[in-house]
């Protein structure tokens, strides 16, 4: 007989790299439900502490990329998940260690350009080191978003000319490696998200809507979300959860649009239920600005 | 004898319509060192009173047309220049007066758009009330932003790249009838202007970077802004002051990149002295991004 251990992919745990927020959790049960282990690596900083205990973990700083690897193959990981949200950090804030050291030219080169970019050049570390990356929603496709609106509300006339309005400017930007979101209200552009994320440029309308800075009536915009071409799905999904419809709600907005099955949602019965409660809709849309049908 | 009154257009006293900030009052000082007389038409809420005393002037709510074109009339103006910043106005905040009021279906169908759109309809308006729209920079060309440096300093090697990277941004997001800057580090977007204007969006990236969520070397950026296609140069002029260099300086970037002849900037000698106090470059540049030779 063959003493040799099984080390196809699908029997290997998986290692999660989580950052904040309750996907990561959301794609960790559904590999579980799949029948494979996981080992979560919590991002100090980001990860919530309180949910990881549930969960086989290890906690690590962005830079350590030597401890990584090595947690990670004592553990016989090789397929690897990035999931939650970051903050992006500066060189400075990168505690590197050993193996990382020889990386931080390569890194500062990184750093210099848009998140694309950055987040390109990491895959590639890890995939020059024997890992192979994976999107978050091959393995859990249940969190990808669906067609058409999770909710009982669903975008009126106006609404479709916000969002196609939104798909058009977010389709002008895409090849300059910024945000992936935009507000538009009555076919005007209110807010584009560049390196403050979706949730920062939700709250910042707000406030200017509150102290009178941007004047637009309540009930009416549209926050649009897509992919950037060339994004790296493996890597970095556009993502939407209770935390955006409560944005867009204090935001004074009428709904959400986001690329079917290029987005994620963490919980999406959950979802459906915040949003009816918000009185704001969410859907799921094609990316030329097509309606469900 | 022929008792005609003179009424060509260099005889008639010139109607300023007075926004905030003090571009308003550089205008009318031109135009009155050009021989011109004028009269101000100081809108409520956000022209500077203090300042206002030294001049002819009205004060007028934004909505009322009637009374701006009954004053005028009565003044012997024809020639009107629009001047200074505005917070855009829902159809609520108008105050219309009888004139105006016959207005407001139209200026329901202008607010729904863009600011181009808005102030488009706004010129149309005063053009067929016999009124001739006239651009601020033709009354008073100092107020052009030059070509080349306004203070001792000038951007190094990385601001160019951040320079070219910015105007590429600004022309792909032109059509959309958007805001006239961005801020760009390192090639990376770190702030695209949408409905806040200018200065609240450095305010913002200013806090971002205070409160970390968005993080980035201090002393590396630029603050590029640039016209519109499209734009109406006699009511919609990109304009820098020392607030912009102000805001520019607590967000941490490098420096100001603006289209030569198409800025306005109300003070440019002072401009050059704050700009080097605060070591902060303000450079006139060419539409493609071309350096001063």
Redesign the interface.
């Known amino acids: 007989m063959n003493a040799q251990l099984p080390t196809t992919p699908d029997t290997t745990p998986l290692a999660i790299i989580c950052g904040a927020g309750s996907l990561p959790f959301a794609v960790a049960d559904a590999a579980v439900r799949g029948g494979r282990r996981v080992v979560l690596f919590a991002l100090k900083g980001a990860a919530d502490a309180e949910r990881m205990t549930g969960y086989p973990h290890h906690w690590v700083r962005i830079g350590q990329f030597g401890s990584i690897r090595r947690i990670a193959r004592t553990e016989g990981c090789r397929d690897v998940v990035f999931i939650g949200s970051l903050?992006?950090?500066?060189i400075r804030?990168l505690w590197p260690d050993f193996t990382t050291l020889f990386l931080v030219p390569r890194l500062i080169r990184l750093?210099?350009?848009?998140?694309n970019r950055l987040l390109l050049g990491v895959t590639e570390i890890f995939e020059e080191n024997g890992f192979r990356l994976i999107g978050a929603d091959q393995v859990a496709p249940e969190i990808r978003m669906p067609r058409g609106a999770l909710g009982r509300r669903a975008p009126i006339e106006r609404d479709w000319a916000d969002i196609k309005?939104g798909l058009?400017?977010l389709h002008?930007?895409g090849?300059?490696?910024?945000?992936q979101a935009?507000?538009v209200a009555?076919?005007?552009?209110?807010?584009?998200?560049?390196?403050?994320?979706t949730d920062?440029m939700l709250a910042?309308l707000a406030e200017?809507r509150r102290n009178?800075?941007?004047?637009?009536?309540v009930g009416v915009g549209v926050l649009v979300k897509a992919p950037k071409p060339g994004q790296d799905r493996r890597v970095d999904l556009p993502a939407i959860g209770p935390a955006t419809i409560e944005g867009v709600a204090n935001a004074g907005l009428a709904g959400i649009a986001v690329v079917a099955g290029s987005a994620i949602v963490a919980e999406a019965e959950r979802m459906a239920a915040v949003a009816d409660s918000a009185k704001i809709f969410v859907i799921g849309i094609d990316a030329d600005g097509t309606r469900d049908a």
Do not use: K, W, Y
């Open positions: 903050i992006r950090p500066t804030q750093l210099r350009g848009g998140d309005c058009a400017l002008a930007t090849p300059f490696d910024v945000g935009v507000v009555d076919n005007r552009i209110l807010a584009m998200e560049a390196a403050e994320g920062e910042h200017m009178g800075r941007v004047r637009s009536p």
